[in-house]
């Protein structure tokens, strides 16, 4: 990560090439909440910066319905098809793969609703919380 202004860590991650959706990665290393508006992002750092809140919005809803319907699934399905299930998403035969990857997906869930949270106060005031990173899809030109 370089930095970006003060204490503010910035990367990028390319997310699709076809729609040319990056992610943008903000780290606060302060322990106060930040102000960073998406003019200052263009003027000190990335110039195609475009902030898109419905489509951070959509993507995480998604994402969090994604999740949500994997853990319904993992917690109805029998024990083979379950061990089946596990072994198809990690890649490892093994008797606890099942538990461990609902635990992983609970934890994936509660990431994708702490920045739902953390998209809601960027989109009202633009600021970045203490100790946190907030991950903003964009698209670049």
Do not use: W
């Not at 960073?36 to 898109?52: A, M, R, T, V």
């Not at 994604?66 to 890649?91: C, F, N, P, Q, W």
């Amino acid at each position: 990560m370089s930095p970006l202004f003060g204490e503010i860590e910035y990367s990028e991650k390319l997310l699709s090439m076809e729609n040319k959706l990056y992610i943008a990665q903000f780290k606060n290393k302060l322990d106060k909440t930040q102000f960073l508006p998406p003019s200052q992002i263009k003027s000190k750092y990335l110039e195609s910066f475009q902030f898109d809140y419905d489509l951070c919005r959509s993507l995480y809803h998604l994402k969090k319905l994604t999740l949500e319907s994997r853990l319904k699934y993992m917690g109805e399905v029998e024990s083979e098809a379950g061990r089946i299930y596990a072994e198809a998403m990690t890649g490892n035969d093994n008797e606890s793969n099942l538990r461990e990857l609902i635990m992983t997906t609970r934890l994936e869930l509660k990431g994708v609703e702490q920045q739902l949270e953390f998209l809601e106060l960027y989109k009202e005031k633009y600021l970045l919380a203490p100790k946190k990173q907030l991950n903003l899809v964009f698209r670049k030109n």
